[in-house]
């Protein structure tokens, strides 16, 4: 009798070792795929003549004829900072599918990542699947010269500013950063 428990026992730890085998080694496929498309973004050169290229401008405070990049101040702004006009340099649409040569099915994948999160009663809203799909990525030029890249989410409505970000919600559904899960409580 003892045996078939330590047998048990021993059937549930190498369980576990498979789930985290498959959790790390998605995370790293996933990873990957991100990283290179990150880096197929930072290496489209900006086209002035390209008609997709345009000019990311809020048309309440646009002035015509001003510079092209100009900081315009907010004048209802609550925390007083200026709003800076940003150039789109490139844009494309992308899919973080994993291979059609994965090993692990998404139905064991979507296991996997609801044993990941800390909370047991919290339920994905998307399955991985819907997860990797639809996405829009962005790369920006500020005034001084910096450049944002930004990756949008088209079933989520989400906007995430990194890869890190990304990857966080392809494994847990996590929203992007300052984004607030909840209604406020007041006291």
């Known amino acids: ?13 190498s369980e576990g070792s498979i789930e985290e085998k498959i959790f790390i080694s998605l995370s790293k496929k ?4 991100v990283v290179a498309a990150h880096n197929e973004l930072m290496g489209i050169k900006y086209d002035p003549l390209q008609p997709s290229t ?3 401008v809020d048309p309440l405070r646009y002035i ?8 315009l101040p907010r004048h209802h702004s609550s925390k007083g900072k200026k709003r800076v006009k940003t150039l789109v340099i490139a844009t494309f ?3 973080f599918n994993l291979p ?6 998404l139905e064991k994948i979507d296991h996997v990542l609801q044993l990941k999160v800390l909370d047991p009663k919290k339920q994905f809203q998307f399955q991985l699947a819907d997860r990797v799909e639809g996405w829009e990525m962005k790369r920006k030029k500020r005034i001084g010269g910096r450049e ?6 088209e079933k989520s409505k989400n906007r995430f500013r990194s890869v890190e970000e990304v990857l966080d919600f392809f494994l847990y559904e996590g929203p992007p ?3 607030q899960t909840g209604k406020r409580q007041r006291t």
């Not at 009798?1 to 730890?13: A, L, N, T």
């Not at 944002?148 to 989410?153: E, L, P």
Request: hydrophobic residues 30%.
């Open 148 to 153: 944002d890249t930004f990756f949008y989410h």
């Open 93 to 95: 649409t992308k899919s």
């Open 54 to 56: 345009k000019l990311d």
């Open 100 to 105: 059609d040569n994965w090993e692990v099915s």
């Open 30 to 33: 996933l990873n990957e795929i």
């Open 64 to 71: 015509p004829g001003g510079a092209p990049l100009e900081v």
């Open 177 to 179: 950063k300052g984004k």
């Open 1 to 13: 009798m003892s045996c078939d428990s330590i047998s048990i026992g021993s059937v549930r730890q």
